[in-house]
């Protein structure tokens, strides 16, 4: 029966309040097909609020002078100034390339260190469960607390690794991490890993669980040892997961200065800084949200580029 | 067994319990009025401070609640520029002299003048502490407490060494080297290169004479002079090994920790850390205090105010009641004792507890000669994403004193443009 016929089958009003009566009508609006329109148009209301109109505003922003300690000349369209500031800009060209090494090096850290600690602990080994929350500690502390912890742990005067290095002959005298651009970054990406670590083994671990044991009981009957079986079945099956994985972390990684913020600040001499935290310093210390608005919008691109390169790369729309 | 209620005894209860409220006392009943205070205290020292003001206050106004909110100081910036363009402003905020210039512009500042120039204790503050809070002929805050910059000193080194306080930049790099001793892990001078150390590289470039900006607001900065106070400063590491290696990370929490542990024989700060470090070393034994060295064209030692401004015009009548308790010298001294603060207030900062601590000398020698930081709308800025990384920039072997001075007067341009 078509909807058509379904309306056409209600009985008439009968009486002036009963044409113009609202639970009537509404009545006689879900059974069209403008009703499935109207229960998403909530939804859809509540997207543009908190997603279509920050979005659109930020690309506006990248077009528009906006320094808030200038009010002057605030609002006016100034095209494509702040991009080709961009392209004359040596800090944003710096920003990029560390940005690459931030995000890229993290990232095979943290899926490395979260892809064997997923498979340990699918293991069923003794205390398993104990050792699973265990891991998932760090990925629950706060950015603020893991860096703050850390800089004092690293500290070259009171920091317990020195220490433990120093003790052990690794280290003739203690170091000032943070204050060598040869090791700062490197120390950085070590600690954000050891923070978002969990957040991969968290993923994999579910996508584990997924695979049927057949395949393995199979594998193992046609002779393939562990590392076949990881690189023919495991990583292939978990594919689809790791490829959300990755996006969500290139992401994190892309859009969040705040670790290094509490570590660096960017420094020393501009080693550590990155793209987001250049925006961050250009919005809340010098307040000018028009550039630091076409800098988020390069940011948005790039992601979306790499979110597209990566999906089609990785075949996962295949599966 | 099952209490059984009818509506006869339930509204029997209910008058009953309206004619006993109406019998306690009115004060009971009295509406407090709710203030929230942003501020940037750190230290337990500061929170101890604002805690011992916030009793006072609580005794003295009972009918005002003020609840304090800390914002961490590198998060400051990022924090009130969101409440103030998302309308979520707080009642009363602590505003730093070098802040009020960008904060004025955004339109996070309400007018104060009026209120100030009925205040019975006007007259307690000379009339240069409000000038880094005014302008156009309108004041914007009162201050809280003086920021007065000094540094401080391991006395038992220095005597050991048969050393004085410098008084001049030579004095203090001859000291500097004297003092330090690699082998022992022990440097001159703990140099701050890290978040917050900006504002001491302005100074030294200010004082081998080179203003920032000019009277007419055209840039200032003399590239050669620059040159010469940055192969200076930056020098004190760079050549003379006196600074520890850390330098170029080194924030607050690493200066201070590194001269309460015995690294550093030296550091440049404010009084504000002086309990935090008496706590650690002993007064006038293990440490002393000394003005800020002379340049050598001038000598710069900052007067910084902590300037409380009103920032929200909803309950203004109670948030004035809290910015002006400040004022009081009970609470001024309170906060001192608890912080090593100094008093805004002329009177205050007269009292015996004051005069009478010879550690306190140098900040009351400060407060003659004392200049306040440069402000103009983009200078805290500059100072940190500029001058700090170039600063870094020559710590680290990056960039020559040529070059980082190019970066900054390049910086400076662009931030006044």
């Not at chain 2, 060494?161 to 004297?178: C, H, N, Q, S, V």
């Amino acid at each position: 029966m078509s909807r058509g016929r379904a309306m056409a089958a209600l009985p008439p009003p009968r009486s002036t309040w009963d044409a113009i009566n609202p639970l009537r009508l509404l009545g006689e609006l879900s059974e069209t097909r403008y009703w499935m329109y109207l229960l998403l148009l909530p939804s859809a209301l509540l997207i543009t609020a908190i997603v279509l109109f920050p979005t659109v505003y930020g690309f506006q922003l990248s077009f528009t002078e906006m320094r808030l300690n200038r009010p002057a000349g605030n609002g006016a369209f100034v095209g494509l100034k702040h991009y080709q500031r961009m392209l004359a800009d040596p800090i944003f060209w710096l920003s990029l390339r560390n940005t690459a090494v931030w995000v890229t090096f993290s990232i095979l850290i943290e899926f490395v260190v979260g892809l064997v600690a997923a498979l340990a602990l699918n293991r069923n080994l003794w205390g398993g469960k104990v050792l699973a929350v265990l891991i998932l500690v760090p990925y629950f502390l706060p950015n603020v607390v893991a860096g703050n912890m850390w800089a004092l742990m690293l500290d070259s005067r009171v920091g317990v690794i020195n220490d433990i290095l120093v003790n052990i002959g690794l280290l003739q005298e203690y170091k000032a991490w943070f204050a060598d651009p040869n090791t700062a970054m490197a120390t950085a990406i070590f600690v954000e890993a050891w923070h978002s670590f969990p957040f991969f083994t968290l993923l994999i671990m579910a996508g584990l669980k997924g695979i049927p044991t057949d395949l393995y009981k199979a594998a193992d009957i046609d002779g393939a040892g562990a590392f076949a079986q990881l690189r023919l079945i495991t990583l292939p099956m978990l594919r689809t997961i790791i490829a959300a994985a990755v996006i969500l972390r290139v992401i994190g990684l892309v859009n969040s200065p705040d670790l290094l913020l509490i570590l660096t600040q960017g420094g020393p001499g501009r080693s550590t800084q990155v793209l987001s935290l250049y925006a961050f310093q250009n919005a809340y210390s010098d307040f000018n949200f028009g550039y630091a608005g076409a800098l988020s919008v390069v940011m948005f691109v790039l992601l979306m580029l790499f979110a597209w390169a990566y999906i089609r790369l990785s075949k996962v729309n295949q599966d | 067994m099952t209490a059984k209620f009818d509506r006869r005894s339930v509204l029997k209860l209910g008058g009953g319990m309206l004619a006993a409220s109406a019998l306690l006392p009115h004060q009971a009943f009295a509406q407090q009025t709710a203030i929230n205070y942003w501020h940037t205290f750190t230290s337990q020292s500061e929170a101890a401070g604002l805690q011992a003001v916030l009793d006072l206050f609580k005794a003295a106004h009972p009918d005002v609640a003020v609840t304090p909110e800390n914002i961490p100081n590198p998060e400051f910036m990022a924090k009130i520029t969101a409440a103030v363009v998302g309308g979520s402003r707080p009642n009363v905020t602590m505003v730093s002299s070098e802040r009020f210039e960008d904060l004025l512009a955004m339109g996070a500042l309400s007018d104060m003048t009026d209120r100030i120039a009925g205040w019975e204790r006007r007259g307690d503050f000379d009339d240069k502490r409000f000038a880094s809070i005014t302008k156009d002929g309108k004041t914007y805050g009162v201050p809280g407490f003086t920021f007065v910059d000094w540094g401080y000193y391991r006395k038992d080194w220095f005597d050991e060494a048969g050393l004085a306080a410098p008084t001049t930049y030579d004095e203090f790099r001859d000291a500097a080297i004297k003092l330090t001793d690699a082998s022992k892990g022990r440097f001159g001078f703990g140099l701050r290169g890290g978040p917050g150390g900006q504002n001491f590289v302005v100074n030294v470039i200010e004082a081998f004479g080179s203003p920032v900006k000019k009277e007419d607001g055209t840039i200032g900065l003399d590239r050669d002079i620059v040159v010469k106070a940055l192969d200076w400063y930056a020098g004190l590491l760079v050549k003379d090994k006196a600074v520890p290696p850390s330098a170029a990370n080194d924030g607050f929490q690493q200066v201070i920790s590194g001269f309460q542990t015995g690294q550093t024989a030296m550091i440049w700060h404010h009084t504000g850390s002086y309990q935090d470090i008496a706590s650690k070393l002993k007064p006038g034994v293990e440490f002393g205090t000394f003005a800020m060295p002379a340049g050598p064209a001038t000598r710069v030692a900052r007067l910084a105010y902590a300037y409380n401004c009103i920032t929200n015009d909803e309950n203004a009548d109670a948030a004035w009641e809290w910015i002006k308790f400040w004022g009081e010298p009970d609470a001024a001294v309170a906060f001192l004792e608890k912080t090593g603060y100094m008093p805004a207030s002329t009177v205050a900062a007269q009292d015996q507890r004051i005069v009478g601590n010879p550690m306190y000398k140098a900040a009351a020698d400060t407060l003659g000669f004392g200049i306040p930081q440069p402000s103009f709308p983009g200078a805290a800025g500059w100072a940190q994403n500029t001058v700090l990384p170039a600063l870094q920039q020559i710590l680290i072997g990056q960039a020559t004193p040529d070059q980082a001075a190019d970066q900054i007067i390049e910086g400076l341009a662009a931030a006044i443009a």
